[in-house]
């Protein structure tokens, strides 16, 4: 008969039922719902009284906590554990990391630490086996303490994960000044629909944390739609009925004997130019520009060969302009979008700029695909940087613009300027184009052949000044003349010398401009003076 027991009952036979073994620790698996593998366990505290039956920790634990004994109970259990580590290990049974729960209590208590590590030693178990999970709430008591124990931990070895993640409001300031290897995040203190108010605060807090690359586990998980929003936002560590209740040491056994398991993903190194916890805080200038003020922006990882878009910022989505939804990004694998070429363009980009650690500029096509518009094809100029590394995982930042229109304005270009190729010949005209954006001058095949200039001249009109081409004495005349078109002015033909012999030409430019009127481009032609007259 299950009967519930008193406070004074408890405290009575509290000894006693640690030594005969009533208190006790069940399992439950941690999983990758991606793949289905355990990738842990956490062991959770049980009380089985021979006469009064089953006790529950939500009535128990307080009155140990009240009585000053659950540090003892919290040894057992870590105890316990260690001897069923020591069990696998002997029995040569897979073994995955157990995380033991650690109560405030014990984090007031000096040396448990160090009574821990007695534990461990004498059980010669690995400390990457053993995790240690702390709560939230500890942190109430004062932030340094539990930083130092924290410190203290780490530097025995021990993985911490921050229990109960969400459950306070202080949720987010806490988790910016410990610095945990795991959240857990508690679905039940963030339930209500997974699409409303509860989803938007998980997405954002996933989000934040891969960024700086702490894995999320997600707890009191009971649905395959809990399960499956999780992962479309790119949390796939799962801990919850859905996939087993706390089980009893046999039944866990017979699990890791059948299951593959995997080990938990290392924390990611961010790169030093980068400071993770105002990256993290979503208040912090990072985020504000992450979301307000860089264009079209995405985080995302690469590893041997696999890319997984983490995170992407409401003008992302605008600048491939095919209405998608955060989590048709998310939840997809970006390389469907790619043909082999750009694909293999793209990828070189990325290996470029692993081994560079610079910024990388590439152009490629994808073909998108969104439930409003549809497949559509588009040409994304990208700006890629490393900013994190874990192993052969790296972390990029990526800003895109999307240049479709850009693209196929210049393929027309082109096309063109084969078809009047032969007629600039015969008209001695010399012609090129600018643009405004990023200074680049793409000269007729005429001007590259005439005056030696490269297909396309970077920061012009610098090195033709800097050549002789153009004069020093008009250099500044034709800085300005180029402002002015930027700034939309048409200006009127205008002559300038050119090279050593100022050979005197007359310039024309007509501008091109977006659908706001804003210049883009200038088109320039140069034709000799033919009068002979020379420029002084
Ligand atoms: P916790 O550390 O957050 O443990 C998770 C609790 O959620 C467990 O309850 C587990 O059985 C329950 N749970 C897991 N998946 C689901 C789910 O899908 N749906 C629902 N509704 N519940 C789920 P449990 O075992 O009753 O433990 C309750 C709390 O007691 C624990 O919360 C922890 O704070 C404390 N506790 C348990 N064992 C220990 C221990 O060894 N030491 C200390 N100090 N505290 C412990
Ligand atoms: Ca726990
Ligand atoms: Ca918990």
């Known amino acids: 008969m299950e009967r519930k027991m008193t406070e004074q009952e408890l405290v009575g036979s509290f000894f006693d039922a640690m030594r005969y ?51 003892r109970a919290d040894l057992h259990v870590f105890e316990v554990v260690c001897r069923f580590q020591r069990k696998c290990l002997d029995m040569e049974v897979p073994c995955v990391p157990i995380s033991i729960n650690m109560s405030r209590y014990d984090i007031y208590r000096k040396n448990y630490t160090d009574e821990i590590e007695t534990i461990r030693q004498r059980y010669e178990i690995p400390v990457d086996l053993l995790h240690v999970e702390i709560t939230e709430s500890s942190a109430i008591g004062g932030m340094e303490l539990v930083s130092s124990v924290l410190e203290d931990l780490h530097h025995r070895g021990y993985t911490v994960e921050m229990d109960d993640f969400g459950s306070g409001y202080s949720s987010l300031n806490v988790l910016k000044d410990l610095d945990v290897d795991v959240i857990k995040l508690d679905m039940r203190f963030l339930s209500g629909k997974v699409g409303g108010r509860g989803g938007t605060i998980i997405s954002s807090i996933v989000q934040m944390t891969k960024w700086l690359g702490t894995p999320v586990v997600a707890e009191g998980v009971e649905t395959v739609e809990q399960a499956d929003y999780m992962k479309s936002i790119g949390c796939s560590y799962i801990q919850g009925y859905l996939y087993s209740k706390p089980i009893e040491e046999p039944e866990f056994l017979q699990k890791l004997r059948q299951l593959d398991h995997e080990p938990v993903v290392a924390a990611m190194d961010l790169i030093n130019t980068m400071n993770s916890c105002r990256f993290w805080d979503p208040n912090s200038l990072e985020t504000l520009i992450f979301n307000q003020y860089v264009g079209g922006a995405a985080i995302f990882s690469y590893q041997r060969g696999k890319v997984e878009i983490l995170r992407v910022n409401q003008k992302y989505m605008k600048e491939l302009g095919m209405n998608m939804t955060e989590k048709e990004i998310l939840g ?10 750009n694909h293999k363009r793209y990828e070189d980009a990325m290996l470029n700029a692993i081994h560079s650690r610079d910024e990388v500029t590439s152009e490629s096509w994808r073909t998108l695909c969104s439930t409003i518009c549809g497949t559509g094809r588009v040409c994304v100029r990208s700006e890629i940087r490393v900013i994190g590394q874990a192993g052969d995982q790296y972390l990029f930042y990526c800003l895109v613009k999307n240049i479709t229109a850009e693209k196929k304005r210049y393929d027309a270009m082109y096309d063109s300027e084969l078809r009047f190729k032969a007629a600039f010949e015969q008209i001695n005209v010399y012609a090129w184009e600018y643009t405004f954006s990023n200074k680049q001058m793409r000269p007729c095949f005429r001007c590259m052949r005439d005056l030696g200039l490269p297909a396309v001249v970077d920061n012009y009109p610098e090195p033709l000044i800097r050549d002789g081409i ?27 010398p050119l090279t050593v012999g100022r050979v005197p030409f007359t310039f024309r430019y007509t501008i091109e401009r977006d659908e706001n009127g804003k210049p883009l481009k200038a088109f320039g032609s140069a034709t000799i003076v033919l009068d002979d007259k020379k420029c002084e």
């Open 21 to 71: 073994g009533h208190i006790y620790a069940v399992y439950q698996p941690k999983m990758n719902h991606s793949t289905g593998r355990m990738i842990g366990a956490e062991a959770l505290m049980r009380w089985r009284d021979p006469e009064n039956g089953m006790q529950y920790p939500g009535d128990f634990i307080p009155v140990l906590e009240k009585n000053d004994l659950i540090s």
């Open 332 to 341: 997809c694998d970006p390389w469907m979008w790619f043909d082999e070429e």
């Open 470 to 496: 153009i004069p020093l004495d008009y250099a500044d005349m034709y800085r300005n003349l180029l402002r002015r078109l930027e700034n939309g002015e048409d200006v009127p033909p205008t002559i300038v």
